[in-house]
């Protein structure tokens, strides 16, 4: 008999002799399986959904599984000085999980205990690396629902979710998620322990720092367990469709849908790209039936009320309207989340900018403007109920092509300033990250960076916490060649690729 062994797997090797003293403190205050040197490891979870790589690696992929463990590790990176980059699952779009060489990573996924529901009271306690789709799931035995509804709600996290502020199709009438969280359990970068909010809903004692941890990417603190608001899952909902002649008569039909006063739950326009692009994926004939598509959504009590105004402000606004039974929901609701397909024979660029909801036309205007005088393909979805629109330009790859053209850069950079112009951001739901930090400036002007960046300091004095994304003082590194598919920034260049998961993430 012959004895075979299999080779021990590759690991990284420390490359001074601080970070040797990193690791040895790291594994003197951490279990053994929660502490991974393995290359495999390090790769894997060098960047998020956004594809944005940076230079060099991590040093170590620490996956505690208490709230002790993170305050460990923190307090043993605060006195090293190391940068730690704070992850849940890795859906992001823009880079906020990319991780710079010599780091950290910090994921909440062995943190993923549902602590409590407590119906009576409409609230839920859960851990940071809960999934989001499991919460809505364990709410609903009990006649509940968590409303944010991001389109990775399946493989994405709370503290993720919390950390961009993610949003989702149900953001028309529910919010965001900041809407849905009351209080939060924060480790600060000294490792000390933080209880913001509380579990009623109306408080007004100090200042709100449960509101500003949301969003805030990382770089305040690592949230390890959150307070949930649930709110009562709808006794009934109802579903139209209609096909319009152009984008511009489906804006008008949000237009009277928002006169009517009629709320919609959901409310998603795609126009035609994104019609085309969901008919060559699935063989349906979506474009041979108008050049846009709104899907709309009631729920509750009064949902068959709503849906006959809903119905009728479509009608009126020249939209081919179709009431639907739950499975032709179901069915259109999965074409608007997963429908489009795969996009790896394009150069792209995906966007994440919302405007007012009366500027929803101009916009889509500007959108594909843009697209015809750089030659480019646009495809467009949008959560129209908040003036969310996630556009997508595109060309066609072509033998020998050395890279994604320059009219992607310069697209992409007029897209969003046109949406600033409007009155609108360059983040709806994806939050700043690395990849949109070039525009910061120019949605919110430089005292307020200023002061975000004292702020951050106040939580953060040594700098550790995610320092090189989005409040960083100097442009970080630009992506290794090869190693990205999405749309990045890195001083004022712009480096636009193939973005395979567009429609995936937090859209």
Known sequence: MTLTTSPLPATATPRSRAQQWLLTRLRQVLDRAEISLLTADLESYATDRSGHRLPGSALAVLRPSTTAAVQAILRVAEAAGVTVVPRGAGTGLSGGASVPDGALVLSTERLNSIVRIDPDNEIAVVQAGVITADVDAAAAEFGLMYAPDPASHQISTIGGNIATNAGGLRCAKYGVTR????????????????????????????????????????????????????????????????????????????????????????????????????????????????????????????????????????????????????????????????????????????????????ALAPMLEAINEIGRRHGLDVAVVAHAGDGNLHPLLSVAKR?????????????????????????????????????????????????????????KASFDPRGILNPHTWLAQQPVAAPQEGQSNGSQRDGNRLTPVVLAAYGEGRS
């Open 179 to 358: 809407e849905s969280i009351l209080g939060l359990t924060v480790v600060l970068a000294d490792g000390s322990l933080l209880r913001t909010g509380r579990q009623t809903i109306k408080g007004v004692v100090g200042y709100d720092l449960t509101a500003l941890f949301v969003g805030a990417e990382g770089t305040l603190g690592v949230v390890v367990e959150a307070t949930l608001r649930l709110r009562p899952r709808p006794i009934r909902t109802r579903t139209a469709v209609a096909f319009f002649p152009s984008v511009a008569a489906a804006a008008a039909g949000v237009t009277g849908i928002v006169a009517s006063r009629a709320q919609p739950s959901v409310l998603e326009l795609l126009d035609a790209g994104a019609l085309s692009s969901i008919d060559r994926a699935q063989g349906t004939d979506l474009l041979g039936r108008g050049a846009a598509l709104l899907i709309a959504q009631t729920d509750g009590y009064g949902a068959d009320a709503e849906i006959d105004a809903v119905a009728g402000a479509l009608a009126t606004a020249g939209g081919a309207v179709e009431q639907l039974d739950d499975a032709g929901a179901e069915w259109y609701l999965y074409l608007r989340r997963s429908g489009r397909g795969d996009w790896s024979g394009h150069w792209a660029v995906g966007e994440d900018v919302a405007v007012p909801r009366s």
């Open 399 to 455: 033998p020998g092509d050395g890279g994604p053209p320059p009219a992607l850069h310069d697209a992409a950079d007029e897209l969003v300033r046109a949406a600033i112009r409007l009155g609108g951001t360059i983040s709806g739901e994806h939050g700043v990250g690395i990849t949109k930090r070039t525009w910061l400036d120019a949605e919110i002007g430089g005292a307020s960076v200023a002061l975000q960046r004292r702020l």
